[in-house]
T-cell receptor, first 113, second 109 residues
């Protein structure tokens, strides 16, 4: 049972390059999330989705776009990477946002130089 | 004011000690509460949910005080393996989970 899988796990980008982070879950969860984690800042919500075909902005959405074309996949795109986007990115999914557990992927360590 | 606030620590305790962490939240409409554990360079994992009546899971006890808007986690008989960062998580009711910055615990022999 894979749970939540993120690809890639590591990436180095040059300023201005674009990339897409892929999150896949096999638990049939409705809700999916993208967070970034920076030292001293905790996890901050970038975008989230409450179901296939829907997305919404979180706390720090600028510079990122997302898509949820299939229920099991949630893609995070960086159109023009900036050094400020150097971070660890975590994807998570949950059955709902009630009193249910959120499951996290292993994270993507992104460095923008 | 941050939506969820925690003392970042680190808390340095010897094995066998009892340690408590607190967390405050600002949104009185928050619906559910959790403690997650995050090991170094790993993903967060659910430690326990926090219920209004308080709940216990082995050496771990979580409590919620809605009137004062804080959550606590008590760890008894600390083990070396308890060394980690503990994240307070609040469901604010707007279809999103809000994480505290985490409290780092170091248990020494």
């Amino acid at each position: 049972n894979a749970g939540v899988t993120q690809t890639p796990k590591f990436r180095v980008l040059k300023t201005g390059q674009s990339m897409t982070l892929l999150c896949a879950q096999d638990m049939n969860h409705e809700y999916m999330y993208w967070y970034r984690q920076d030292p001293g800042m905790g996890l901050r919500l970038i975008h989230y989705s409450v179901g296939e075909g829907t997305t919404a902005k979180g706390e720090v959405p600028d510079g990122y776009n997302v898509s949820r074309l299939k229920k099991q996949n949630f893609l995070l795109g960086l159109e023009s990477a900036a050094p400020s986007q150097t971070s660890v990115y975590f994807c998570a999914s949950s059955y709902s946002t009630g009193n249910t557990e959120a499951f996290f992927g292993q994270g993507t360590r992104l460095t923008v130089v | 004011r941050k939506e969820v606030e925690q003392d970042p620590g680190p808390f340095n305790v010897p094995e066998g000690a009892t340690v408590a962490f607190n967390c405050t939240y600002s949104n009185s409409a928050s619906q559910s509460f959790f403690w997650y554990r995050q090991d170094c360079r790993k993903e967060p994992k659910l430690l326990m949910s926090v219920y209004s009546s308080g709940n216990e899971d082995g050496r771990f006890t979580a409590q919620l005080n809605r009137a004062s808007q804080y959550i606590s986690l008590l760890i008894r008989d600390s083990k070396l393996s308890d060394s980690a960062t503990y994240l307070c998580v609040v469901n604010t009711g707007f279809q999103k989970l809000v994480f505290g910055t985490g409290t780092r615990l170091l248990v020494s022999p």
